[in-house]
């Protein structure tokens, strides 16, 4: 049965990969986001949005002048 032992290793490094991919950087300016990717979600810590919120920078989609960025405040998540 040492398959089964093959299939539970390849499972937890999967769900570590899409956990870590869950976790989106945060930076202090959205000047310091270099190099943003599409689909890559990055918060920045501006003030810019109201009270419990966060400014959410994603990598919308590419055009012929590199990636095109939206912005949205979203909920600030609770630190543990």
Not at 30 to 56: N, W, Y
Request: proline fraction near 4%; aromatic fraction near 2%; charged fraction near 20%.
């Amino acid at each position: 049965m040492p398959r089964i032992g093959l299939v539970a290793l390849v499972s937890a490094a999967a769900l570590v990969a899409i956990i870590h991919a869950a976790f989106a950087q945060t930076v202090m300016r959205e000047a310091d986001i270099v190099d943003l990717r599409v689909g890559q979600r990055v918060l920045v810590d501006d003030g810019s949005c109201p009270a419990g919120q966060i400014k959410q920078v994603i990598g919308a989609k590419l055009s012929q002048n590199g990636v095109v960025r939206t912005r949205s405040c979203v909920p600030r998540l609770a630190k543990k």
